[in-house]
């Protein structure tokens, strides 16, 4: 497993939709383990293959230590409840900072594992949080646009102060 180098904001590769992964081979699971060791070198408890200039939708999301580990090629979110929830969120991508941000409480969502088998599974709280941020970020929209405008020029301001 290899820790590999993070695209800091804003690179505007963060802004572009990833394609569909296609081949579920040895390179596939090998690309998901270097996602997992660069998350927790980060740390963070999700990235996805965007965060590293791979531009493939799969994301792994560790919410309780290495025995929670989940990946998920080609997420999509199917469902949304009507019912909002607020969840301080930030990114690999742009560390130091972070907000609060309103999404669905809960979701239905597809995928397919290593191997291409294909899942539907329904997910709330923190878990729900993080693929919507990460199924986000597949589809090139960063976490900041989920705010208002005051607020991600406030969130930009301070990122780039703490890097000055």
């Known amino acids: 497993m290899a820790i590999l180098p993070i695209l800091r904001f804003p690179d505007p ?3 572009l939709p990833c394609k569909p992964v296609e081949a579920f ?3 596939l ?3 998901a383990a ?3 060791a660069t998350m927790r070198a980060a740390p963070g408890i999700g990235i996805t293959a965007a965060h590293v200039g791979i531009l493939e939708r799969l994301t792994v999301i560790e919410l309780d230590g290495p025995a ?11 469902w949304f409840s009507p019912e909002l929830q607020r969840h301080a969120e ?3 991508s742009m560390p130091g900072v972070t907000d609060e941000v309103e999404r669905p ?8 594992d290593l191997t291409g088998k294909t899942h539907s ?9 993080c693929l919507q941020h990460e199924i986000d970020q597949l589809d090139g929209i960063f976490w900041i646009d989920r705010l208002s405008r005051l607020k991600r020029e406030r969130i930009v301001k301070k990122f780039r102060k703490a890097g000055e």
């Open 13 to 15: 590769r963060l802004r």
């Open 25 to 27: 081979d040895a390179h």
């Open 29 to 31: 699971a090998e690309c």
């Open 34 to 36: 270097d996602l997992a």
């Open 68 to 78: 929670s580990q989940r990946v998920y090629v080609n997420p999509a979110v199917t």
């Open 90 to 92: 930030g990114s690999v």
């Open 105 to 112: 409480a809960r979701i239905r969502f597809t995928y397919q």
């Open 121 to 129: 599974e329904e997910a709330d709280g923190l878990l729900a949080v």
